[in-house]
């Protein structure tokens, strides 16, 4: 027979940050902190308790349905539903359909559907749910598109539900991410001001790191610090709750570090020559702008990126953008994929591309190197020399790319194994534009100042004898 609440429910001291939580009246909430800072079990207590017990004291809404979700299964039940059981362990379990039911005394009930999300198919789950409100645990590791979903299937159950909602409880999100400038934060967010303005009724709460110390193993977080030692990045989103991103594989470079890479103040343009890389061949144009303050020394002063402009437009605004920022400037090199000089027809007959594109807005790309490893190279040899490569703190796609999201991604199928071709997302076209100039720039073959004495027709003949397809030089008897 199962015990009452009375007996079982554990004491939950809700911290600072809890309080303001859970008295919101907002419809949208997050609350974001570092690993152990207690927020899983304040959203439990959340939907488990205070939301049904509110609608029970203000409407007399005796039951209630929320749907409870975590990336995986197999983290849903290890952690999150776990949590929920070990808090109110007197409820009855249907295990066959994942559900858990809470009957407390004042006399309202609460019906809980624990539901993962780790395939993109998984979306379909929720079209037909009719649930009183959402919580997601780890929030940024669920796609955008399942939130969405979501927010059209809350406030159904029961039928005209007075009010909706939606909760989420994540580790720190990185800068660009949605959830960073969806809410708005109780404090300001231990990194840069989020670049957009919140959503309507979306409320969120930044925990401070320590926070929930008292209710921790002794030491919790000095053997984390010490386990993390050589993971700086770690330390400030899992221990610190700064602002990061996550490692979803294996990392390109092997030279980045953001302590020495990544300037404390905006770096200033010397009024010197601009070197311009471009991804220009795909929907997604990037751009980055560098200067040399000395001949093996390079700075990433601007990156410019966007999920939806054509070429066109995307040439024009980074050329508007240039001219605010860099005014005056006589000397600037771009450089660009090889594919942009790709000819396509076009709707008026004839044919025309990127670069012709580019260049009818005033800026001519010359072709850069196609070989990927000799462009990772290029900008790794950089990141392994004392003052090799200094980038703008306003580069945060690209220094997010650096920190994770710029990987070879796992192979599911082998523990351990990653597949060889770079994970295609938002920030490998960055690097790509990266990697355009440095490549131009410090590979000793490619470099617009190198000094080669083999005559010039040879240089040439170099050149024809490269195959893109295999992407490497043949220079034969030319030595």
């Given at each position: 027979m199962l015990q009452s609440p009375e007996q079982e429910t554990k004491n939950y001291m809700p911290l600072p940050t809890m309080r303001l939580f859970h008295s919101s009246g907002a419809t949208y909430r997050c609350m974001v902190g570092p690993v152990g800072s207690g927020k899983t079990s304040a959203a439990a207590w959340e939907v488990c308790r205070y939301a049904p017990m509110f609608l029970f004291s203000t409407y007399g809404i005796k039951k209630t349905r929320w749907v409870i979700i975590r990336n995986s299964y197999r983290e849903l039940t290890d952690t999150t539903q776990k949590t929920v059981m070990e808090w109110f362990p007197w409820g009855s379990e249907e295990k066959a359909n994942n559900k858990y039911f809470l009957q407390w005394p004042e006399g309202f009930e609460v019906e809980i559907l624990f539901r993962s999300c780790d395939r993109p198919g998984d979306i379909k789950k929720f079209k037909s749910l009719e649930v009183t409100g959402y919580w997601i645990d780890e929030s940024i590791e669920v796609p955008e598109e399942v939130k969405r979903m979501l927010a059209n299937r809350i406030g159904r159950f029961p039928p005209k539900c007075p009010h909706k909602f939606g909760m989420e409880t994540t580790n720190p999100p990185d800068v660009e991410h949605p959830t960073y400038s969806q809410f708005k934060w109780n404090v300001l967010p231990p990194g840069p001001l989020p670049p957009a303005d919140p959503l309507e009724d979306h409320e969120g709460f930044w925990q401070p790191p320590g926070e929930n110390d008292a209710n921790l193993?002794?030491?919790?977080?000095?053997?984390?610090?010490?386990?993390?030692?050589?993971?700086?990045?770690?330390?400030?989103?899992?221990?610190?709750?700064k602002p990061g991103v996550m490692v979803s594989g294996k990392l390109v470079y092997n030279n980045f570090r953001r302590e020495y890479h990544v300037a404390k103040e905006p770096l200033v343009w010397n009024k010197g020559t601009l070197y311009c890389g471009w991804d220009n061949s795909g929907n997604r144009p990037a751009c980055t702008v560098?200067?040399?303050?000395?001949?093996?020394?390079?700075?990433?002063?601007?990156?410019?990126?966007?999920?939806?402009?054509?070429?066109?437009?995307f040439t024009k605004y980074v050329v508007h953008q240039m001219n605010l920022a860099f005014p005056g400037a006589k000397e600037i090199q771009h450089w660009a994929d090889p594919a942009g000089n790709a000819e396509y027809s076009t709707k008026?007959?004839?044919?025309?591309?990127?670069?012709?594109?580019?260049?009818?807005?005033?800026?001519?790309?010359?072709?850069?190197?196609?070989?990927?490893?000799?462009?990772?190279?290029?900008?790794?040899?950089?990141?392994?020399?004392?003052?090799?490569?200094?980038?703008?703190?306003s580069c945060t796609r690209l220094i997010n790319g650096f920190l994770g999201g710029y990987c070879y991604p796992q192979n599911k199928s082998l523990m351990g194994e990653f597949l060889p071709n770079i994970l295609k997302n938002k920030y490998s076209h960055i690097h790509d534009a990266l990697q355009y100039v440095m490549v131009r720039l410090f590979a000793p073959d490619l470099r617009p100042d190198a000094r080669d004495p083999v005559p010039a027709l040879l240089q040439q003949q170099r050149r024809d004898r490269y195959d893109p397809l295999e992407g490497t030089r043949r220079y034969n008897s030319l030595r």
């Open positions: 193993p002794v030491n919790y977080y000095a053997d984390l610090r010490l386990a993390y030692r050589d993971y700086s990045d770690w330390v400030d989103m899992y221990i610190l709750g560098a200067q040399l303050p000395s001949p093996m020394r390079v700075q990433i002063l601007r990156e410019y990126h966007n999920d939806r402009m054509n070429i066109v437009d008026e007959g004839g044919f025309t591309s990127n670069a012709t594109l580019m260049a009818q807005c005033g800026v001519a790309v010359a072709p850069s190197e196609q070989n990927v490893q000799a462009r990772i190279e290029a900008v790794d040899q950089m990141l392994g020399r004392i003052d090799g490569i200094l980038i703008d703190p």
